[in-house]
């Protein structure tokens, strides 16, 4: 089934980066890449319906360390951030981070398809507490 919508990318590994793209791509969605410096004016641009970021716990780290809030100005924009292990600081982190799904490496199967479909199908952050799955 063919989506629609806007994926940006933010990771810091460019083979993981390329690999998203394409499979993004063949499932239908507009792929844009960006990193941690140009998230800022990107999400704090007017309402990007049908959009989310799929960033890598290295940005989100190098963004958190900068003292930048993750939190878009315009709260359509879902964040859902990958990691290679959930710990409550770094859950606690994502929340605060106004990150939308947290999900932990390897990713297996269609999970972060369904992820990125769902997120964008409701149009930014869900108003359920992020899941900790």
């Known amino acids: 089934m063919s989506q629609s919508g806007t994926v940006l990318i933010a990771v810091r590994d460019g083979t993981l980066a390329d690999s998203l793209r394409f499979s993004l791509e063949l499932e239908g969605y507009e792929t844009r890449f960006c990193d941690?410096?140009?998230?800022?004016?990107?999400?704090?641009?007017?309402?990007?319906?049908?959009?989310?970021?799929?960033?890598?716990?290295?940005?989100?780290?190098?963004?958190?360390?900068?003292?930048?809030?993750?939190?878009?100005?315009?709260?359509?924009?879902?964040?859902?951030?990958?990691?290679?292990?959930?710990?409550?600081?770094?859950?606690?982190?994502?929340?605060?981070?106004?990150?939308?799904?947290?999900?932990?490496?390897?990713?297996?199967?269609g999970v972060l398809l369904e992820t990125i479909r769902q997120v964008i199908e409701n149009n930014g952050p869900s108003s359920q507490p992020m899941r900790r799955s």
């Open 36 to 109: 941690e410096h140009a998230l800022s004016p990107i999400l704090r641009a007017p309402c990007l319906h049908d959009t989310c970021l799929v960033l890598d716990q290295d940005v989100f780290s190098r963004v958190a360390e900068a003292g930048e809030s993750m939190l878009p100005c315009d709260p359509c924009v879902p964040v859902i951030l990958m990691v290679s292990q959930k710990t409550e600081r770094l859950l606690a982190k994502a929340r605060t981070g106004g990150v939308t799904e947290v999900l932990e490496k390897p990713i297996l199967g």
